[in-house]
């Protein structure tokens, strides 16, 4: 299967000729599938935002190329909005980025400036509004009027309203409570089962990562330090500990066990993966 994004040894480099000159990403290389869910993590620092803000041209690369559907996206620079609205980038915080008078206005934006009117705009700014959870009566009503959780879902539905094919989220569910998080990560996750999007989810939280993506990526000062599906990244624990990283909750209780001499797999991400060693050390076999 030919990738839809593939990020070749991307450098991008601040303060260039200067004393203060840094590379916040360095020779970074890695390759999204079609419908792929690829979430990247890294400390504060590590490249992550400066990474995903090439994805679309929002930065140009100091060296190296990002390929969208096998085409260098700066082949054409005079162009380079189009790329804006395949590759959708939903910032953290998108809240404060709101500026129309009503929801239906704000997520409308994108799609008026692709050029779509009359039925087919109203169409895709429901469609993108029901995805989001935006509710139908919110959408006449001040965006400022709404709570924060609900300003991200507005932010999020202008973002889906342009139907990109990938769609790259920046610690989206930053500053909201649990009940807010999971709400918000339940709408994404159903957005990419339902419409097989491609979806990158940057995250601080392992455990948002481990539960929703296919393949993950870790960036360790500007460079990335491994690349894989969960069990392989969460079975090098120790590595990413020793990286300032974290794991998720589950594998911290997996490695602690393991400690106590309880045979575990310390690599589990999952709470039904943990209960599922543990039943079968219960009953005397090996984990299933």
Not at 106 to 115: E, K, L, S
Not at 222 to 247: I, K, Q, W
Request: aromatic share 6%; proline share 5%.
């Amino acid at each position: 299967m030919e990738s839809i994004l593939q990020v070749k040894n991307l450098t991008h480099t601040y303060g260039i000729g200067t004393p203060f000159q840094r590379s916040a990403v360095e020779d970074v290389s890695f390759d999204v599938q079609p419908g792929e869910f690829l979430g990247i993590i890294g400390h504060t620092g590590s490249g992550k935002s400066t990474l995903i803000q090439h994805l679309n041209g929002l930065l140009r690369p100091t060296a190296g190329q990002v390929l969208l559907d096998g085409r260098d996206i700066w082949e054409a620079p005079k162009k380079i909005r189009d790329i804006r609205f395949q590759v959708g980038l939903v910032f953290q915080y998108p809240e404060y980025q709101l500026f129309e008078e009503t929801v239906y206005k704000d997520i409308a934006f994108g799609p008026m400036n692709q050029g779509r009117t009359g039925d087919e705009l109203d169409h895709a700014i429901r469609e993108a509004a029901r995805l989001a959870g935006v509710r139908d009566e919110h959408l006449e009503k001040s965006p400022f009027e709404l709570s924060g959780g609900q300003k991200r879902r507005v932010a999020l539905a202008g973002v889906l309203a342009m139907e990109p094919k990938v769609l790259v989220l920046d610690e989206p569910t930053a500053g909201l409570d649990p009940a807010g998080r999971e709400n918000l990560m339940a709408n994404i996750r159903d957005y990419h089962r339902n419409k097989g999007a491609t979806v990158i989810l940057v995250s601080h939280s392992m455990d948002e990562i481990a539960r929703n993506a296919d393949r993950i990526l870790v960036l360790k000062s500007a460079h990335v330090l491994m690349s894989g599906p969960p069990a392989e990244v969460f079975a090098r624990s120790e590595e990413l500990l020793s990286a300032g990283l974290d794991v998720p909750q589950v594998t911290r209780v997996a490695m602690a066990l393991r400690a106590r001499g309880v045979n575990v797999d310390s690599a589990v991400y999952t709470a039904e993966a943990l209960e599922r060693e543990l039943l079968a050390l219960k009953r005397g076999g090996a984990p299933c």
